[in-house]
């Protein structure tokens, strides 16, 4: 089975644009969950999508936002972007809410100038 | 708030010998745990999972102790390979909590020295 995929995987922007990330889960995965990675804050949940429906959201502002396809697929958008938006962001896919067990794409690396 | 500690920035392990891993947790609802393993430029890979119903859950060198009155888990890798060079991190997961992800420790960064 092929893993989760993330597209791009490196990404440059400038302060004050918005960004669109996008994440393939693994097939029959039908949750996929968002999360933010920084060096002083470490590994934070963003937010979680099942049915196209979001479930959950962490303590992100509404620059922060998703959605989720029919076909499982997520993409996440990031408005007026900081400085501090700079991370690594990751996508992980489970078979369902409340499955524990998630699957983490390789990320994408997005620097904000 | 932090409720998913791992106290050990860094752990240096020599080839062959046991590496042990800690983490502990503040939030008493949490009732699974995770431990993942991360390279540089690549997403954090599931090792190995424990239940808050068990004590103890094995597979093949990673076992994964849980203790539920301390709040405490840790990771042993036995007998530790230089592969085994890593950030690992620990995560733990509320299945009635309304689903708010997983809960993540900072890491470890586990160096096996040859």
């Known amino acids: 089975k092929a893993g989760v995929t993330q597209t791009p995987r490196y990404l440059i922007k400038t302060r004050g644009q918005q960004v669109t990330l996008s994440c393939s889960p693994i097939s029959g995965h039908r949750s996929v969950s968002w999360y933010q990675q920084t060096p002083g804050q470490g590994l934070q949940f963003l937010f979680e999508y099942f049915s196209e429906t979001q479930r959950n959201k962490g303590n992100f502002p509404g620059r922060f936002s998703g959605r989720q396809f029919s076909n499982s697929r997520s993409e996440m958008n990031v408005s007026t972007l900081e400085l501090g938006d700079s991370a690594l962001y990751l996508c992980?896919?489970?078979?369902?809410?409340?499955?524990?067990?998630?699957?983490f794409g390789p990320g994408t690396r997005l620097t904000v100038t | 708030d932090q409720q998913v500690k791992q106290n050990s920035p860094s752990l240096s392990v020599q080839e062959g010998r046991i590496s042990i891993l800690n983490c502990d947790y503040t939030?008493?609802?949490?009732?699974?745990f995770l431990w993942y393993k991360k390279y540089p430029a690549e997403g954090p890979t599931f090792l190995i999972s424990?239940?808050?119903?068990?004590d103890k859950n094995e597979d093949g060198r990673f076992t994964v102790f849980l203790n539920k009155s301390a709040k405490h888990l840790s990771l042993h890798i036995v007998p530790s390979q230089p592969g085994d060079s890593a950030v690992y991190f620990c995560?733990?997961?509320?299945?009635?909590?309304?689903?708010?992800?997983?809960?993540f420790g900072k890491g470890t960064h586990l160096i096996i020295q040859p």
């Open positions: 995560a733990a997961f509320n299945s009635g909590g309304g689903a708010d992800g997983l809960t």
């Open positions: 939030n008493s609802m949490f009732d699974y």
């Open positions: 992980a896919s489970s078979l369902a809410p409340g499955v524990y067990e998630q699957y």
């Open positions: 424990i239940s808050s119903i068990k």
